[in-house]
Structures are given as structure tokens and as C-alpha cells.
């Protein structure tokens, strides 16, 4: 194993953080001038949203079933069953459904992105595409960017709703509650800053999931294990992200809506 | 062509250096290339020949020296403005970097579409272009349906279709077989003599550099044919590398009477 000197392993980390950033920062820009790829975009959205949603409504609803089964043995101790709905509903459009949605987006997404991305760049695509004047960052990222954060959004509310549907039958069906009384329980436990706490976490994911999918499969070396490489570092760099920007905005939020 | 206009510089390249970690790829690279010039890059492998061309193209950044495309200083360029110079160049890559998931009509046509040109007029041009390259029958195949040269070809078709006023060619007929390779330097031949545009040609094969040196296209014939009484191409000169550092910049003649032991030795 080659070992590198602290001063060169702080200045590489330092440079990746500085062209991450730069990916970022011109990928934003890349939307707000002339051209911009509409159908760049609603083709990822496509491929993003639309074929992730089986992932994410068969994750979110047996999410929410789990989430029923395990705690109705600790709500039946205080005699609180009857406030499963509250606790499904708490949970999943808080915490579980932006985790989980935005964790399995990352694995097929990010992934994919740094892997396509990553052969285009090993096979010279990229610097093709530049030398026939194309900016690949408006052309391939700024799509991937956009289409993630907007079909994240979404497909976060399908798996919370998912998730509270599958509370409900599990509640219903499997531990005898009242279903009238769980979907009522349910609604009345989210108020305002919940919603807005869940609801801003896909958008901040979303974009992770673009541009570190995206930065790792441009910044590719090494042929095909160089993007075997890039596929893991991908997956494995955006869930980190994910997991500390969740706790984050949670602080965030509960610090500003106080709960 | 008139004698002033065949001497205005399109490229023109001083002190050009870059390193790659402590590995100097390029060392005070300086040459000028004029209108109507080719130029035959030729050296040993590994010598910097890929690199002195992206950097020229502005895909690479120098670490020091300048660069003048159509006498504009490309190394202070902004990006938009690089995507701007690059409109007038064509690129034709090593390994063609054809893009996988596009058919042959939509890769050559690619920079019509981006520039918003007619579906119609698009197709026309792609049409001209691949008959260019003697590859019509392959319009809507995809790269991984063709072979080797035939991605090679489409490549220069894509590069061709703007009438760039500049061609860069990355070792055109690198990993080809001889009669493919002959077919590809006759193309670039044709377009040479057909067009009379700068261009610049970067091969590790002599024989290549030496068919384009001694050979014209015959517009009659519609093939190549030797200059008479061995005579060489007067727009056609040599620039060798060895090691990131200019050795011989010349004409054919001055090649081939060259005394350098090196020189002699490389084209021995």
C-alpha cells in the first residue's frame, strides 16, 4: 500500500472540494443563461423520477408496515396504540421518507450518473463534446441536476404517502386498529414545520445526489476501473452527504419551529 | 491562392510548457502554422503530440507560454469563449470518441443541431459529409456497429461538416490495419487539396506522414496519385517531438536532409 504524505493527501481533498464546488456553482449558472437543455431535462426526469418509482413505493410502504409492527409493542405498554398513526406519520414525512427515498435515488442514480459520465470521459466523449463547442456541464450536468432535485421532491411525497398507507394496513389488518382513527391521527400529527422540514430535505438531497454523481463520473481517470471507481465512490460519498445534511436541516428546522 | 493569404497565421504557438505532477510533458513547444499549411506532428510515443493538441484546442490549460488561434490569445480565454473559438476548429480524436448512445447521422450532425440548423438542411450536410468519407451506407448505424476505420471516418465527418477553418487530427489511423490506415490519410489528403485548409496531423507512422508529403489528389481520378519527378506538397511540413521539446520544424526536404543523429535514427 502507497502511503502519502498528510500535506499532499489535505492539498488533494482540498482541490476535489474546490472543483466539486466549481461543478456546483456553474451547473447552477449553467440554468439561469442561455442555452438550456429542456429536453435534456424532461428526458432525465424521465429516467430519474419515472424509474425510480418502483424502488421507492415498494421502500416507503414497507417502511411504513415496519414501522407499524415494531412500535405497537412499545405503544401497547403505555396503553397508546391508538397514537401509531401519529408515530408512522411523524416518521415518515419527517425523517424516513426524505432519507430513504433520497438514499435509494442515490443508488441507482448517482451511481448511474458517475458510470455514465465516467465512460464518457474515459472514451474522450467529454473533450469531444467540448471540441464541438458543447459545454458538458450545461449540457450533461445541469439536466441531471434539475430533474433530480424536482423529481425527488415528488417522489418523497408518493413514499410518504406510501409509507403511512402501509402504517394503515398493517394497523388495520394485522394489530386490529380502528382505520378511521389512524387516518385521522395521522393528519392531526403533522403540523406545519413538519411538512416544511420534509419537504426542503429531497431538495437539498436531490441535489447531492446529482452533483456528486456527476462530479465523480467527470473527474473519472484509469479507463474502466476508473469508473468501476467512480460508481462506488458516488454511491458512497452522497448517502455520507445525505446522512449529514438530514441531520442538519433537522437542527435547522427544529430550531426554528421548535419541534 | 492568393501569396498574402496563404501566409496569415492561423496557429501560433510560443514557450508552450506543462507538467504533469513532476513529469514535463511539454518544454517551450514553438511553432507557427499559416493558411492553406499542413502539418505532419510526428514523434516517438509518449512525447507530449496528444497534449500539445488539446492544449491547443483549449481542452487542456498550458502552465506557461502562448497560444494564438486566428490570432486570438486562447489562454486568457473566458469558457464561452473558448466554446466560440472551437466552432472554427474540428477535432478528430484518437479513438474517434463517437458518442455511444447516437447514430452516425445525429454524431455528425451534432454541431448543426446545437447551432438550431433546419432538420432538413442538417441531414443534407450529413449526407455530403458521409459521402465525403465514402460512408453513406451507414447513416443510421450505431458506433458499436462499425469497425474500427468506419468509426475513424465518421469522425472525420463529423470534424469536416462546418468547413472548420482548422483541423486537428489525433492520430488518425492509430490502431488501424495498413489498408485502412491508407484509406484514412487519403481522406485527409483529399480535404488537404480540395479545400486548402490549415490542418494539423499528429501520426507515429512515417509512412503516412511521407504518402501526404509526396502524394496529390487528382480530382479526375478521384484517387491519390504521386507528385511527379519526386516532387513534395510546398503546403506540407514537419514538426517532430522528442520528449515535450521541439526537434525539427521544417519543410519535407529539409526532413529528409537533416544531419541530426537523432533525426536520422527516428526516420531510419
Known amino acids: 500500500m502507497k502511503f502519502v504524505s498528510p500535506t499532499e493527501f489535505a492539498k488533494d481533498k482540498l482541490w476535489s472540494v474546490q472543483e466539486y464546488s466549481l461543478l456546483c456553482g456553474r451547473s447552477i449558472a449553467s440554468l439561469f443563461s442561455r442555452p438550456v437543455y429542456f429536453s435534456d431535462i424532461f428526458t432525465q426526469m424521465d429516467s430519474i423520477g419515472i424509474g425510480s418509482l418502483p424502488i421507492v413505493i415498494l421502500s416507503g410502504f414497507f417502511t411504513g408496515c415496519v414501522l407499524a409492527l415494531q412500535s405497537v409493542s412499545s405503544l401497547k405498554e403505555f396503553g397508546a396504540v391508538s397514537m401509531t398513526g401519529t408515530l408512522v406519520s411523524l416518521s415518515m414525512v419527517k425523517e424516513l421518507g426524505p432519507v430513504l427515498t433520497g438514499l435509494m435515488v442515490s443508488g441507482r442514480n448517482a451511481s448511474g450518473m458517475a458510470s455514465e459520465l465516467g465512460s464518457m470521459k474515459v472514451t474522450e466523449q467529454l473533450d469531444a463534446m467540448r471540441a464541438l463547442g458543447v459545454d458538458p456541464i450545461r449540457k450533461l450536468v445541469a439536466p441531471r441536476v434539475s430533474a433530480t432535485v424536482f423529481m425527488l421532491f415528488w417522489l418523497t411525497v408518493i413514499s410518504d404517502a406510501v409509507g403511512m398507507l402501509g402504517g394503515g394496513l398493517v394497523g388495520v389488518f394485522m394489530l386490529g386498529l380502528n382505520a378511521h382513527s389512524y387516518w385521522r ?32 463520473g467527470v473527474s473519472t481517470k484509469g479507463g474502466t476501473q476508473g469508473v468501476g471507481k467512480a460508481t462506488t465512490q458516488a454511491v458512497v460519498v452522497s448517502s455520507v452527504m445525505i446522512i449529514v445534511m438530514d441531520f442538519l436541516i433537522s437542527r435547522l428546522t427544529i430550531g426554528i419551529f421548535g419541534r | 491562392m492568393p501569396e498574402e493569404k496563404a501566409k496569415e497565421p492561423v496557429l501560433e504557438v510560443q514557450n508552450v510548457s506543462i507538467a504533469f505532477d513532476d513529469n514535463r510533458v511539454l518544454d517551450d513547444v514553438s511553432f507557427t502554422l499559416y493558411n492553406g499549411e499542413t502539418c505532419v506532428l510526428l514523434g516517438p510515443a509518449g512525447g507530449g503530440k496528444s497534449v500539445l493538441l488539446k492544449i491547443i484546442n483549449g481542452l487542456i490549460p498550458p502552465d506557461s507560454g502562448s497560444i494564438r488561434v486566428f490570432g486570438q490569445e486562447i489562454t486568457t480565454m ?30 455528425v450532425a451534432y454541431r448543426l443541431n446545437e447551432e438550431g440548423v433546419d432538420p432538413a438542411e442538417a441531414h443534407k450536410r450529413v449526407e455530403e459529409s458521409l459521402e465525403f468519407v465514402e460512408l453513406s451506407q451507414a447513416i443510421s448505424k450505431f458506433p458499436s456497429e462499425l469497425s474500427g476505420g468506419m468509426r475513424r471516418r465518421v469522425s472525420i465527418a463529423r470534424a469536416l461538416i462546418t468547413k472548420p477553418d482548422l483541423i486537428l487530427y489525433d492520430s488518425p489511423t492509430g490502431g488501424l490495419d495498413p489498408i485502412t490506415s491508407t484509406t484514412i490519410v487519403e481522406l485527409i489528403l ?11 496531423m499528429i501520426t507515429h507512422r512515417l509512412q503516412d506522414a511521407f504518402f501526404l508529403a509526396t502524394h496529390h489528389w487528382d480530382s479526375a481520378t478521384k484517387s491519390a496519385q504521386l507528385i511527379p519527378d519526386g516532387g513534395v506538397d510546398k503546403n506540407t511540413k514537419f514538426l517532430v517531438l522528442n520528449e515535450g521539446r521541439v526537434v525539427f520544424d521544417g519543410s519535407t526536404l529539409e526532413l529528409t536532409h537533416s544531419e541530426d543523429p537523432w533525426l536520422q535514427n527516428f526516420l531510419s
Open chain 2, 190 to 200: 483529399k480535404q488537404r487539396d480540395e479545400s486548402h485548409t490549415a490542418s494539423l
Open chain 2, 78 to 107: 473566458k469558457q464561452q469563449e473558448l466554446f466560440q473559438m472551437r466552432r472554427r476548429v474540428g477535432m478528430v480524436f484518437q479513438e474517434s470518441a463517437l458518442f455511444d448512445s447516437m447514430n452516425v447521422e445525429d454524431n
Open chain 1, 185 to 216: 391521527t395521522s393528519y392531526r400529527a403533522l403540523n406545519y414545520g413538519d411538512v416544511v422540514q420534509g419537504m426542503t430535505k429531497p431538495v437539498f438531497f436531490g441535489f447531492i445526489i446529482a452533483t456528486v454523481g456527476c462530479y465523480f
